[in-house]
T-cell receptor, first 115, second 110 residues
Framework: NAGVTQTPKFRILKIGQSMTLQCAQD?????MYWYRQDPGMGLKLIYY???????DKGEVPNGYNVSRSTTEDFPLRLELAAPSQTSVYFC??????????????FGSGTRLTVV | KNEVEQSPQNLTAQEGEFITINCSYS?????LHWLQQHPGGGIVSLFM???GKKKHGRLIATINIQEKHSSLHITASHPRDSAVYIC????????????FGTGTSLTVIP
């Protein structure tokens, strides 16, 4: 099925380890986003990209890095994992933000625990 | 300050009831987004609007720009509507970024 694919679904990391959360979409969407969702809090934007080769910081970028070498892929890198990065991570994509008509397509999420 | 507030935080309804979920925001926006998060965690985009009203099946979203308020209505509610409903807004002065409310948890009892 077309959509946004996130891997892995679950991961436990030790403090100081690194990992990459993978996100791929097959809808030819220009815009891609990484969010984190903490219990009782709204989704917070970590990074976003408006097209291949272009990325920008969101509200909570510290401790993360992204790259966008292709339209399809938007991996999120955690360097030196910390307990504060324990969260559920969602990747999303959309075809445009210049018009209100385009909703987002979300991946199924990655539940990350840092111990 | 860019704020998004939803009410109520939790809502329990009997099957068949008409449901209203509210979203208020602090300053001018360019777009408002309603989303649904299923009990399993998956998130689905329901509506994105900047004025007036949109309808899809039993769901209706309205927005009042002057009052800085939006409502999501569910007609003839069903247990499968049980989910968390999330409002997000794109403030006019913050570019592409959406700011999310904490959600309204809806339970529809058969």
């Amino acid at each position: 099925n077309a959509g946004v694919t996130q891997t892995p679904k679950f991961r436990i990391l030790k403090i100081g380890q690194s990992m990459t959360l993978q996100c791929a979409q097959d809808m030819n969407h220009n815009y891609m986003y990484w969010y984190r969702q903490d219990p009782g809090m709204g989704l917070k934007l970590i990074y976003y990209s408006v097209g291949a080769g272009i990325t920008d910081k969101g509200e909570v970028p510290n401790g993360y890095n992204v790259s966008r070498s292709t339209t399809e892929d938007f991996p999120l890198r955690l360097e030196l994992a910390a307990p504060s990065q324990t969260s559920v991570y969602f990747c999303a994509s959309s075809s445009a933000t210049g018009t209100v008509n385009y909703g987002y397509t979300f991946g199924s999420g990655t539940r990350l625990t840092v111990v | 300050k860019n704020e998004v507030e939803q009410s109520p935080q939790n809502l329990t309804a009997q099957e068949g009831e008409f449901i209203t979920i509210n979203c208020s925001y602090s300053v001018g926006i360019s777009a408002l987004h309603w989303l649904q998060q299923h009990p399993g965690g998956g998130i689905v985009s329901l509506f994105m609007l900047s004025s007036g009203k949109k309808k899809h099946g039993r769901l209706i979203a309205t927005i009042n720009i002057q009052e800085k308020h939006s409502s999501l209505h569910i007609t003839a509610s069903h247990p499968r509507d049980s989910a968390v409903y999330i409002c997000a807004v794109r403030f006019r002065l913050t570019g592409n970024q959406f700011y999310f409310g904490t959600g309204t948890s809806l339970t529809v009892i058969p």
